[in-house]
């Protein structure tokens, strides 16, 4: 498969990605709800690179959303921000 419009519908996949976004000291992706006017975002904006569960595709505007799997975040990312895509298999252990 060459690119994400070639992953098959109906199938759950992840993927590579990079965004940017605010991190933490450790470089980890912090997010921040109902700042108030003026006030601070914690942490400082930077490049992450992770691995996410695709979980929506748009091929006309070429972006994914991703939930990734270390940090439970969630990104929107273009397809060029993508690479090295894979099945996922769930296991209920």
């Not at 929107?76 to 993508?82: E, G, L, M, T």
């Given at each position: 498969?060459?690119?994400?419009?070639d992953?098959?519908?109906?199938?759950?996949?992840?993927?590579?990605?990079?965004?940017?976004?605010?991190?933490?000291?450790?470089?980890?992706?912090?997010?921040?709800?109902?700042?108030?006017?003026?006030?601070?975002?914690?942490?400082?904006?930077?490049e992450?690179?992770?691995?996410?569960?695709?979980?929506?595709?748009?091929?006309?505007?070429?972006?994914?959303?991703?939930?990734?799997?270390?940090?439970?975040?969630?990104?929107?990312?273009?397809?060029?921000?993508?690479?090295?895509?894979?099945?996922?298999?769930?296991?209920?252990?």
């Amino acid at each position: 498969m060459k690119t994400l419009d070639d992953l098959p519908a109906g199938e759950s996949w992840a993927t590579r990605f990079k965004t940017t976004t605010f991190l933490d000291d450790a470089g980890q992706p912090i997010t921040a709800e109902n700042l108030a006017i003026g006030q601070a975002h914690p942490g400082a904006p930077g490049e992450y690179e992770g691995i996410g569960v695709i979980s929506t595709r748009d091929s006309a505007k070429q972006l994914v959303r991703v939930t990734c799997i270390s940090s439970g975040t969630t990104h929107v990312v273009n397809y060029a921000d993508c690479w090295a895509w894979d099945r996922v298999e769930v296991c209920n252990d």
